[in-house]
């Protein structure tokens, strides 16, 4: 690794002039409002609302106030000088039961958000589905029904509808492997149910309803319109090159395979279909699906956090089946019975997440060799870890953050490293804008380059927020000791 991407040494490397420099959220992380302006109930309100679902019981009822804080958090974006902002649409505000009539009013907000982003020249990336299942669509079997697909599907033609060319890119999913696995298989999101088949049934599902929706857009506004997805694309290692390779095979197969395989090849891996056999024969894929799949895909969305690594299980001892997405009885990889995760020792995050910025490159390179058609975009990258408020001799609120600089810092350097090496990563996104609602973990990991104070939802720029502004403002990697704030 060079000197640079260790962190601090002046005079980091330089971005052209048109890569895309953008912060992320989503709509019921930020938003609050639930029960406001016509928006129905969403699987994550039922789910944080169960006791023992979420960390301390915190639910996104308030979250940040973006809602009604939304004018503020704009400037805020204009300050940091991005060139795009990606944000998620909540189903349940513009269509409350998931199909039927839209709700004006939850429509006409995001029209106004996104005219005020692109009046300060900040281009919209617009999720449609970031986890918030309207609740009626689940009560008729969620994402392990086949008609929910057809109804994102009309939803998606709603939208580029009613928000058209405001949109920059549109994005049909973010990380249907967290939808599926985590919502169905493991339990530990919404809807927090534990039912291996029905885990595989929504990973069809959700790859169907990405193609169907992709379509739909396409056929408001035009085939030139640009069209995405967002997979969190899992950067596996094994313990032993040699005596773990199948276990990396496995776990590539549910993780990535999954997803990439049906969307930009119009096939699900064989060593898909084997590791789950004992689980589900796939009948549920029926003839046809595949090319509805298969739709073009203007940029792949790659979320990056950290690498993981697996050994192929001995039969002795109690298996991990912990990979840092919530310990469970029910392990989100179903049907692999003979893989356990490595904890492998060095610094983390306060998700207990490995920081490993050579995952990064990595990652991207392997894509761009895969598909080298296909451009990508980093859509989400950063880290949580415990933030406090500081205030200075002047009086000034600061955020002191050295560590999610660091973070930041190295992350963005192994993006140019994969870019050097031949990947076309066209734009990076640092997620994320605010400290916000972490799912099962609530208000107790912050993300954020602005952080939150959750009694009075004041917003404070942390020093990542400043040294990520000069990142934006002259696309050159700013030293981690380039913090202080600036007019």
């Not at 995001?110 to 589905?129: D, N, S």
């Not at 298969?294 to 298996?319: A, C, H, K, M």
């Not at 415990?386 to 993006?415: F, I, K």
């Not at 996104?429 to 954020?448: I, K, P, Q, T, V």
Request: glycine fraction near 10%; include cysteine; hydrophobic fraction near 40%.
């Amino acid at each position: 690794m060079s000197a640079q991407a260790q962190g601090g040494a002046p005079g980091g490397r330089t971005f052209p002039d048109d890569f895309v420099w953008g912060t992320a959220t989503a709509a019921y992380q930020i938003e609050g409002a639930a029960a406001e302006g016509g928006r129905g109930p969403s699987i994550w309100d039922t789910y944080s609302h169960t006791p023992g679902r979420t960390l301390g019981g915190d639910t996104g009822d308030v979250a940040d106030d973006h809602y009604h804080r939304w004018e503020e958090d704009v400037e805020h974006l204009a300050r940091l000088g991005v060139d795009a902002y990606r944000l998620s649409v909540s189903w349940p505000r513009v269509q409350p039961g998931g199909r039927g009539e839209l709700n004006a009013e939850g429509v006409a907000f995001y029209v106004r958000l996104l005219e005020a982003l692109i009046a300060r020249g900040i281009r919209p990336v617009v999720t449609l589905y970031h986890w918030d299942l309207p609740q009626e669509l689940e009560d008729a079997g969620g994402w392990a029904n086949r008609e929910t697909a057809y109804a994102f599907a009309e939803y998606a033609r709603h939208m580029a509808r009613e928000l058209g060319k405001r949109v920059d890119t549109w994005t049909t999913l973010n990380e249907p492997w967290c939808s599926a696995y985590l919502g169905y298989g493991s339990g530990v999101h919404a809807p927090g149910r534990t039912e291996p088949e029905a885990a595989l049934r929504a990973v069809h599902h959700l790859n169907l309803a990405h193609g169907l929706a992709s379509a739909a857009v396409r056929d408001v506004l035009g085939e030139g319109t640009s069209t995405s997805v967002t997979l969190n694309l899992h950067v596996v290692r094994p313990e032993d090159p040699e005596r773990d390779a199948l276990a990396v095979r496995r776990i590539e197969a549910l993780a990535n395979g999954a997803f990439l395989g049906p969307m930009l090849e119009g096939a699900y891996p064989q060593d898909l279909l084997d590791t789950t056999a004992a689980v589900s024969d796939w009948s549920f894929v029926q003839p046809g699906d595949l090319e509805l799949v298969r739709q073009p895909i203007s940029v792949l969305g790659v979320n990056y956090y950290s690498p993981v690594t697996v050994r192929l299980f001995d039969g002795t001892g109690e298996r991990s089946e912990d990979d840092g997405h919530g310990a469970s009885a029910h392990t989100p990889w179903v049907g692999v019975q003979d893989v356990e995760f490595v904890q492998v020792p060095g610094p983390r995050t306060a998700m207990g997440w490995g920081i490993d910025a050579t995952g990064m490159s990595e990652l991207l390179v392997s894509l761009a060799k895969r598909y080298p058609d296909v451009p990508l975009m980093v859509t989400e990258n950063g880290a949580a870890f415990d933030d406090e408020v500081t205030v200075e001799a002047d009086g000034t609120r600061r955020v002191h953050d050295p560590r999610r600089v660091a973070y930041l810092h190295d992350h963005v350097a192994a993006v140019g490293d994969a870019r050097d090496a031949g990947a076309d990563v066209r734009g990076y996104f640092a997620w994320s804008l605010m400290d916000n609602f972490e799912w099962g973990y609530g208000y107790s990991r912050r993300f954020g380059l602005l952080h939150v104070d959750y009694d009075t939802l004041e917003r404070t720029w942390k020093d990542s927020a400043h040294w990520y502004r000069r990142l934006a403002a002259s696309g050159t990697l700013p030293a981690v000791t380039d913090v202080d704030p600036q007019p």
